[in-house]
């Protein structure tokens, strides 16, 4: 007895990534391409130190990078952002938001966790207020209150 698999493997390489997924246009993708040499560009010159309280700082980035793209989704962004929060762009734009972040804080002499955690819940905050003024439902604001809250929680005990 075999085992036949050929109708569970995909016939075409583009039912393997997530549907909507597309490139940005090439300005977008040069812009971040370039957002991410310069992160990578200055962790690497600067090379602060890394722990665990770093990776809790970046919690807040991806909700960011969730809620901006729930946004997208809904068409409730400016369509001059549009390309930074498709499926794949989104992941790279909160990332360098958060890197930037860091960056600024370690160049400021702030703690770099607390401030990237900070600023990353601020900006989630705002994002998932707009989300949820968008929708115009106030159901997402009570688990929008939670999230906040506790982001919040991570970021003073980090």
Do not use: C, K, N
Not at 11 to 33: D, R
Not at 54 to 66: D, E
């Amino acid at each position: 007895m075999s085992l036949d698999l050929s109708a569970a493997r995909p016939s075409v390489v583009g039912q393997l990534l997530p549907e909507g997924f597309a490139l940005p246009p090439v300005p977008y993708l040069l812009t971040l391409l370039a957002g991410v040499g310069a992160v990578v560009g200055g962790l690497r010159v600067r090379d602060p130190p890394f722990g665990e309280h770093h990776v809790l700082a970046t919690v807040p980035w991806m909700v960011v990078g969730a809620a901006a793209h729930v946004l997208y989704v809904l068409d409730a962004v400016p369509a001059v952002v549009a390309p930074l929060l498709g499926t794949p762009a989104v992941y790279v734009t909160a990332g360098i938001g958060g890197g930037l972040t860091w960056l600024a804080a370690e160049t400021a002499d702030l703690s770099a966790p607390r401030t990237v955690g900070g600023v990353g819940t601020a900006v989630a905050a705002g994002v998932i207020t707009v989300l949820a003024t968008s929708v115009g439902d106030t159901r997402p604001l009570l688990p929008a209150a939670g999230l906040a809250g506790g982001a919040g929680v991570g970021w003073v005990t980090a």
